[in-house]
């Protein structure tokens, strides 16, 4: 069996922090987290019940977010004592009518974020994770994770977690405290008390609905739950976080310290770590094996379904070895597709027909193997009556399909394309790569009007941040006639002719064009273009459709101001 090389690759951009998990070369997790979004598994909330549903032993709990989160029964329960296994799901004949009341102040915990139409799951039963251990202050319980095999260090691990842990609630030793000393988790265990009795003593005053408790980063979350003995190298690409990870290692790793390295070449590093190329193939429903095989994956809303081909492969003994060869290369690949595209729910496989019992075992025993090193629980169910592989993968958070891809707007929703922050991440670093190559002190680039908004960001904010670090004039133009995952380099030279080039309209003139459209920050202005370039038109709003004569009053990089001159229509 070949040695497992694991190494975690960081890339902080202003946009967004990604971690790429690399095994043997190979990307088999990747984890992304835009600045200004918002992350909400692992978060306290104080919310409010807002209705109660028998018919769905459920409620609906506002903790302040644009949606109503939803919590079961089950996972409305509190203060479970005495379970003896991991209570995944906590089960009781109680209704939740007799549980919750419309108005109660409830304490919970999102364990799941929104997909789709549907809110947020929610909890009462809290956890609370640190490096070595997870707390669970309302379930009296004591759990090994199922990772760590030497039954004598789980024996040890057991008695330590019962001396340490605190009155009435539960502990799970995780898989990084194999070999810890006592001193080591006890002090897990205080912290993550502290932090316990903190949330409570900020929810007593609280007014529902409130925030208690934010999870941390991606990026420290990585350092918590990740970076371990079996990791060979860390490599980081900003100095500012690089400094960040050998603090926090100052506390809970300090023998790690030697294994995190500050990236400092002028290339991407996912880039010279070969990780966009690998991102890119996510993003398509086909992957190809090595043997000349493919699957082709097919996520629904209810379900994935993914199929496997031989293709190029023909084999060079008979059929059955044949099928039996992609098949067991298509289970290893399929296992390593779930982690990396954070597939969750129901996955149905239509493996290449084998006759053999003793070909389908050996399929389904690569599947188990393959899924073994997975954290996120995944279970497989065995073959239906139709030879299908029934299995699932829980769901925690939304699949990359999802985060990186939106509806396509050309194709009525049959389709997917990437959304705008991919496609400005991506044009954005294309462009930086570019204006190193040139003297030229300013450019102007045409890009697709939405891209062209996504660059320039609220109030030209990203337009500004881009020209500081590349110390350049930069002028970002919307052209309809370049494709969204495309941009042109219109003209590059001295500021002043690049800066002529880029604005084509100058105050006092005046202009009769067709109103476009109604501007998207103000609903009483109409928006027209000169060679692209955006005029917003005082009060036009009403004339979308038809000419209007308008003076320039006001000229500034990306956009310009106008006032009616004349009010006509043809």
């Known amino acids: 069996m070949s040695v497992l090389v694991k190494e975690i690759v960081v890339n902080c951009g202003p946009r967004e922090t990604r971690v790429g998990v690399i095994e043997n070369g190979e990307l088999v997790e990747l984890f992304i987290e835009n600045t200004s979004g918002e992350r909400l598994v692992g978060n306290i909330y104080k919310g409010k019940v807002a209705n109660v549903l028998p018919g769905m032993q459920a409620a609906f709990v506002n903790v302040g977010l644009n949606k109503n989160t939803f919590l079961y029964v089950d996972d409305a329960l509190e203060n479970v004592v005495g379970v003896d296994e991991l209570p995944e799901k906590i089960t009781s004949k109680a209704s939740i009518k007799d549980v919750l009341k419309p108005g109660q102040a409830v304490m919970v ?11 947020a799951r929610v909890t009462r039963h809290i956890t609370l994770p640190g490096r070595f251990v997870v707390l669970m202050p309302t379930v009296d319980y004591i759990g090994i994770s ?12 057991k008695r330590l977690a019962q001396e340490l842990r605190p009155k009435g609630m539960g502990i799970i030793v995780r898989t990084m405290a194999e070999t810890i000393s006592p001193e080591e988790l006890k002090k897990d265990i205080d912290f993550l008390d502290k932090l316990w009795r903190r949330v409570k003593q900020k929810g007593k005053p609280a007014k529902a609905p409130s925030l208690l408790h934010r999870d941390l980063n991606l990026l420290y979350r990585i350092i918590r739950d990740s970076f371990d003995s079996d990791v060979l190298r860390l490599i980081i690409d900003s100095p500012e976080e690089y400094e960040s990870i050998m603090s ?5 790793g300090p023998h790690l310290k030697d294994r995190v390295f500050l990236f400092q070449q002028q290339r991407p590093i996912f880039e010279i770590f070969g990780l966009e190329t690998q991102i890119d193939k996510i993003l398509r429903n086909k992957v190809w094996l090595k043997c000349g095989g493919y699957i082709v994956i097919d ?12 293709g190029k492969f023909v084999g060079t003994t008979n059929l059955a070895d044949t099928v039996l060869k992609t098949n067991l290369e298509a289970a290893r690949e399929i296992a390593r597709q779930l982690r990396l595209r954070n597939i969750g729910g129901i996955i149905i496989i239509d493996f ?18 393959a899924t073994a090193v997975d954290k996120t629980k995944t279970t497989i169910l065995g073959l239906t009556q139709l030879g299908l592989v029934e299995m699932t993968r829980q769901k925690v958070r939304q699949g990359l399909a999802q985060s990186l891809l939106k509806q396509c707007p050309c194709c009525e929703g049959t389709g997917k394309v990437p959304s705008e922050d991919v496609v400005g991440t991506r044009i954005e670093g294309e462009i930086k790569r570019y204006l190193q190559t040139t003297e030229d002190p300013a450019v102007l680039i045409h890009v697709h009007p939405t891209t062209a908004g996504n660059l320039i960001g609220i109030n030209g904010a990203n337009l500004d941040r881009l020209e500081k670090e590349v110390a350049k004039r930069l002028f970002i133009r919307g052209n309809a006639e370049v494709s969204p995952g495309e941009y042109r380099i219109a003209i590059s030279g001295p500021t002043d002719e690049v800066e002529k080039a880029a604005i084509p309209v100058a105050v006092g003139e005046i202009h009769t064009l067709v109103v476009d ?5 103000r609903a009483q202005d109409g928006v027209s273009r000169v060679e692209g370039y955006v005029i917003q038109i005082d009060g036009a709003a009403s004339l979308v459709g038809k000419k209007a004569t ?14 009616l001159f004349v009010r006509n229509s043809t």
């Open 352 to 369: 290449i027909d084998m006759d053999s019992p003793e070909h389908r075992r050996k399929v389904l025993t690569a599947l188990a193997e």
């Open 109 to 119: 915990q999102v364990s799941k974020e929104p997909f789709g139409t549907k809110g």
């Open 517 to 521: 459209s109604v501007h998207n920050n």
């Open 146 to 157: 199922r990772r760590i095999a030497d039954a004598e260090e789980r024996d040890r691990l």
């Open 550 to 563: 308008f003076e320039i009053t006001k000229v500034h990089k990306t956009f310009a101001r106008a006032k």
């Open 248 to 252: 926090l290692l100052d506390d809970i």
């Open 299 to 310: 996520q629904t809303e209810a379900l994935t379904s993914i199929d496997v081909n031989t």
